[in-house]
């Protein structure tokens, strides 16, 4: 099971830290993505993380003001975001799939590709 926390509203400008913690597994060896999803808008994959080496992939839509960083004493990634501006505003949705899915180089994977989800946390930015 996967959970995120730390949504919210904030104003632009500021920043954000989500977190996302896994239950009933470890996420040694597994790759953890972050989607979000604005309102009347399609998902988006931002960036992936190789939770046990720290290694961020990210899309080539994602500015410089994303970023993922993993705790592995709290099983735990957490999603940075920076300067916040109001299209930031979505639910966001970490998901994770073993390393043993990829047969050659890591990519981050599509949403389908993953084999856990999390429920998302909700960022409302606004002044």
């Known amino acids: 099971q996967l959970v995120e926390s730390g949504g919210g509203l904030v104003q632009p400008g500021g920043s954000l830290r989500l977190s996302c913690a896994a239950s009933g597994f470890t996420l040694d060896n597994y790759i953890v993505g972050w989607f979000r999803q604005a309102p009347g808008k399609g998902r988006e994959g931002l960036l992936c993380i190789n939770y046990s080496e720290g290694t961020l992939y990210y899309a080539n839509s994602v500015e410089g003001r994303f970023a993922a960083s993993s705790d592995n004493s709290k099983n735990t990634v957490y999603l940075q975001i920076n300067s916040l501006k109001t299209e930031d505003s979505a639910v966001y949705t970490c998901?994770?799939?073993?390393?043993?899915?990829?047969?050659?180089?890591?990519?981050?994977?599509?949403?389908?590709?993953?084999?856990?989800w999390g429920r998302g946390t909700e960022v409302t930015v606004s002044s």
């Open positions: 998901v994770a799939v073993p390393l043993s899915y990829f047969a050659g180089d890591l990519y981050c994977p599509t949403w389908s590709e993953y084999d856990f």
